[in-house]
């Protein structure tokens, strides 16, 4: 079975072609990154637009990279929610379109469903029970998984997500946006303990909270004037890695699991993917990071969570299917 996978839940513009829910046979990121540069964040209706000029165009090249035709396609998978509505609504509209065009069935997915499959298109994939630990720039968020199709999320922040503060952040550095890899860059080569931020929450249940540490970081820079550039991102980042590390594997132990996968953009963290794997083994816990190409947003991703929802559950949505900026992981399938 070919599904084409569509994502465009924020400024990722992405097209997949996925064969059976485990061979990805093309997989195209379009990022909209030097579009809101500009805006210091994404602008939504910029976004709207961007995704309805590229969308239709990336499909075909896709196809031709797949060395595919539309005849081929079996099924249409796309983000239908959480994430901006007016890019949710071009994309599950194209998606439509294409469903009607081809009578092929469509399904909706879960933007954050659609990170943990990441998992799943591991070579070799992680199977469940596991806890899942989504983080990137719109959310952070403990998932147990028990089996493929039923998320229980046990905490989240309160706030800011992980990747939103890291941007936040390199906005007072005066960092373009994104500001995330250029603090993962700068970070590697300094000393994370030069400069105590704190940890919010770190002690208390499993929710977390990174609004205070970026409060906390502005009061720093205010100051204490020319602190070296390095400093301040390996600081700053070992207080976002601490704080998600201890909180997934708290989870971990409450929850008896032993796996612990890590999606997300920020999954591709340099910091987070040394320091986690070392914490976690001292506890005897496993943690399972899909390749950096699988942590941001993709639609290879939405292409296995769309054939293992209609091959394996037996869902397919009508062509009438509403995005939802909302929508929630927890009971969803």
């Not at 869902?315 to 992981?329: K, M, Q, V, Y």
């Amino acid at each position: 079975m070919i599904v084409l996978g569509i994502e465009t839940s924020c400024d990722e513009t992405a097209v997949a072609l996925v064969q059976d829910g485990q061979e990805m046979l093309a997989s195209l990121v379009y990022s909209q990154a030097d579009l809101h540069a500009r805006y210091g964040g994404v602008m939504p209706e910029a976004a709207s637009r961007d995704h309805l000029r590229k969308l239709p165009a990336l499909a075909e090249e896709a196809l031709e990279k797949a060395g595919l035709s539309w005849d081929q396609v079996d099924l249409v998978g796309v983000t239908y929610g959480p994430g901006l509505i007016g890019p949710l609504i071009v994309g599950v509209a194209y998606a439509a379109g294409v469903a009607l065009a081809r009578d092929v069935p469509l399904v909706g997915v879960n933007h954050l469903a659609a990170h943990l499959f990441a998992l799943r298109l591991m070579a070799p994939p992680l199977d469940p029970p596991f806890l899942g630990l989504i983080a990137s720039g719109g959310h952070t968020l403990l998932v147990v998984v028990p089996r493929w199709g039923e998320y229980q999320v046990v905490g989240g922040t309160r706030d800011d997500a992980a990747g939103e503060a890291l941007d936040k952040f390199g906005r007072l550095l005066g960092f373009p946006y994104p500001a995330g890899p250029k603090i993962d860059a700068l970070a590697q080569d300094s000393d994370p303990k030069a400069i105590p931020f704190p940890r919010p929450m770190l002690e208390s249940g499993l929710d977390m909270s990174f609004a205070g540490l970026k409060t906390a970081a502005l009061y720093w820079l205010r100051q204490h004037s020319g602190a070296p550039l390095p400093e301040l991102c390996a600081s700053f980042l070992e207080a976002v890695v601490e704080v998600l590390v201890e909180k997934a594997m708290r989870a971990a132990r409450r929850f008896q699991c032993k796996k612990i996968g890590v999606v997300g953009g920020v999954a591709a963290n340099h910091r987070l993917r040394q320091v986690f794997p070392a914490r976690a083994n001292e506890r005897g816990m496993d943690v399972f990071f899909p390749p950096p190409e699988l942590c941001t947003d993709n639609a290879a991703t939405v292409a296995a969570c769309a054939f293992h929802r209609y091959r394996e559950l037996g869902i397919a949505d009508p062509l009438s299917l509403s995005p939802d900026a909302n929508l929630p992981l927890h009971g969803w399938r």
